[in-house]
Each structure stands twice: as C-alpha cells, then as structure tokens.
C-alpha cells in the first residue's frame, strides 16, 4: 500500500465512521476495488485510522463529556452489551464475515430500513429531553441493537441511530447519542484489534499510519458537522438509498469480476 491508497482509505474512513453508511464496509470495498492485498500492516492501518475519527469526535464533543459522570454511566450500559457480545464473537466474525458479499449485501438491507425508519420520525417529537436524559433501560436497548453493527457493512451509525429512533430520539438526538456512544465503542474495539494483531512497523508504514490518523482526524471533523445539518434538514432516507446503491453496485461489480 502506497502513499494514494493510504491517502484514499483513510479519507473514506474519516468521511464514513459516523456516518450510517459502515466504514469499514466501504475501507473492504475500496481497498478490493484497488487491488490492495489485505497483508498484516494493511489490516491493522485500517483499524488503527479510527483512533484518529474518534479524536474528532472526542474533542468536538468535550463538554458534554465534562458534564457529570451520569453520561459515563448510561454510556457504559449501552456499550455492555457490545462488549460482550464482541469479546465472544470476534474470531468468528473476522474469519467468516469480513468479506464484499456479505459488506453488500448488509449495506442493502440497512439502506432499507433506513428509509423506513426516517419515515418513522418525520411527524415525531422527541420523548426524551436530550441524549444524556436517556432512561438507563433505553440505553441498554440501544446497546443491544449495536450488536447488530459488528456483520461488516451495517454500520454502527446506523445500528445506534436506529436504536436511538427506536427509543423516543427525534433525528438529531439519535445521531448525537451516536456520536457519543462511538468514544468507548470505537476506543474499546480498535485496541482489542490492535492487541489482537501485533505488527512490527517500518519507518515507512509508521509514516504511512501517522498520515492517516490526520487524514482520518481531518475529514471526521468536517463530516460530522455537515451529517448533523444533513439529518436536520433532509433526515436518513438519502443515506438510505446511497447505501443501497452502493451495496447493488459492487455486487454486480464482483459478479463482473468473477
């Protein structure tokens, strides 16, 4: 992996981690339509990127984080039930389910019940005054519909935002509440993947990986801003109908390539 591709990866990681549309479905499906061979340093760029994501989010969202340790509490509950479920699974997942077809495919069936679920909340007011005054019971739930986000390709964006929909958020508290489970979420999966998957570096992948924590960093910032306008405005169904596209389009793509 060269220079473009870490440049190209690491944009699309940053553009698509809090976004409901899965980056690391759209990092498997960039680097497959690239020819980038999934080596050791390859898979391990890809998952330590995020730690620049989470920097963004972690910075742009300091005060709420400062705010009392309530938010750290019902955090911590929603994350339960994705630790666990995680830690049991992971082996399996990484062995059978981090493949193009099953990342189109989930990106498919997301895209629809986005566009269901944006429907849902068109008319709805909010039954929660803000995503810190969630009930300790509806943020556990949330966590569990996370679980779903661990298939490659659904996105945890989108399991949360669902979720979140799901238990009385409008729109933007849904992809707040989001934002905020993503800290301990993406910090607690990316080290146990880092830890899972030691790799000595190069002076030149150390540049490579140092490159990409800013890219990533960088692009996270600016799509999370535009999303949460985007939401308000438009709400989910366009990201809907983007991840069905995208999910068609490289399944009749590999179909092309076999």
Known sequence: MGIFETIIISIIEGLTEFLPVSSTGHMILASSAMGIHEDEFVKTFEIAIQLGAILAIALMYIKRFLQGIDIYIKLSIAFFPTAVVGFLAYDFIKAYLFNPYVVSISLVVGGIILILIDKKVVNEKSKIESPEAIPYKNAFYIGVIQCLSMIPGTSRAAATIIGGVFNGF????????????????????????????????????????????????ISAWFAVKIFLKIVEKYGFKHFGYYRIFIGIVFLIFMGLMK
């Open 170 to 217: 409008n729109k933007k508290q849904a992809t707040e509440f989001s934002f905020l489970l993503a800290v301990p979420t993406m910090f607690a999966a990316t080290s146990y993947d880092l830890l899972k998957t030691p790799v000595d570096f190069s002076s030149y992948q150390l540049f490579l990986l140092a490159i990409g924590l800013v890219i990533a960093f």
